[in-house]
């Protein structure tokens, strides 16, 4: 399992009830299931990872996560998660909404697109930058709402989301150091929330 998503399943926590959106492959499900007593389903859109998930005996739907949602039930779930997938769909603002809807707690993690690698990029090269959390390029990239870890924090609170706790990443996905909290727009290349409505 990639090191964010250890981080992502300690935010959920044990014993609930969770919706994966864009789960991939299933490994995060699939741990949070066997490791931590959660019960859960996926949601994929990619039929490869479908299939992965289906090998790996997670609960899986295969569609689109932003038709998928409106079909889940007010509260169905403990906890919504949506692991480095929120920059890749056409409207960020209704699929957290559709989120809080369907669980009263939110874990989500996002790349950081003003990290200081992108606007060095940006500026010293007048491209589009190409980093290790980043690998795209603008033309194939899946990545179509560019965001911050600024903008998407005003964006929680347009929202009426709570930060309960936010965790700075590097692009492999480990924790970065304190020095990153001064300035996390700047200096973490990810972030994973902790959110609740």
Sequence with gaps: MRPDLDIVAAL???????????????????????????????????????????????????????????????????????????????????????????APRLVVSLPNFAHWKMRRNLTLRGRMPVTDALPYQWYDTPNIHLCTINDFEDLT?????????????????????????RAPNLLAERAVYSLSS
């Design 12 to 102: 959920v926590g044990s014993g609930q009830r969770v919706l994966d959106l864009g789960c991939g492959n299933g490994a995060l499900l699939e741990n949070l299931i066997t490791e931590r007593g959660c019960s859960g389903l996926g949601v994929e859109r990619e039929l490869e990872d479908f299939h992965a998930c289906i090998s790996r005996g997670v609960p899986v739907t295969q569609g689109d996560l932003e038709e998928e949602l409106p079909r889940f039930g007010e509260g169905d779930f403990d906890v919504a998660v949506l692991s480095l997938t929120l920059q890749a769909v056409r409207r960020p603002d209704q699929v957290l909404t559709e989120m809080k809807r369907v």
């Design 157 to 181: 609170r347009d929202l009426a989301l709570e930060i309960d706790r936010r965790v700075l990443i590097d692009a492999s996905g480990h924790r970065v150091p304190g020095l990153a909290n």
